[in-house]
């Protein structure tokens, strides 16, 4: 079973980090949690952290190791030069984490992020 990460936030402001993990035996959840904004290195202790959100570690990094969390826009390089914008969503229906894209003159799409990721895609602005 993985480890489960959040970024917890207050108003849309990162203020600590959350993590699930099994310890001991019989197997047990344990919630640890972390004050620096979104520093997974940071030391993981027992209290709890204030917050009215959370948003769920992906399981995938950027191409410069950025961990994505559901929320954030990345930027996918295009096949036509350029570059398109998206947000990181969990897509029910599919059960996939996907990249949600709002064009303009077209429908909205969707790109699983296990393909974005190896095209070269960024995180360029955290979750809200």
Known sequence: MRERKFRLLINGKIVGCER???VGCPSRYEIQHSRVSGDSDAPWVGWNIRYNDKQDFTGFTDTDGVEIYEGDVVEVPSKRGGSLHGTVVWLEKGGAWVVHF??????????????????GCRVVKEGE
């Open 20 to 22: 699930h993990v099994i």
């Open 102 to 119: 709002c064009l303009i003159q077209t429908d909205d799409w969707y790109m699983p992020l296990c393909d974005a990721v190896p095209k």
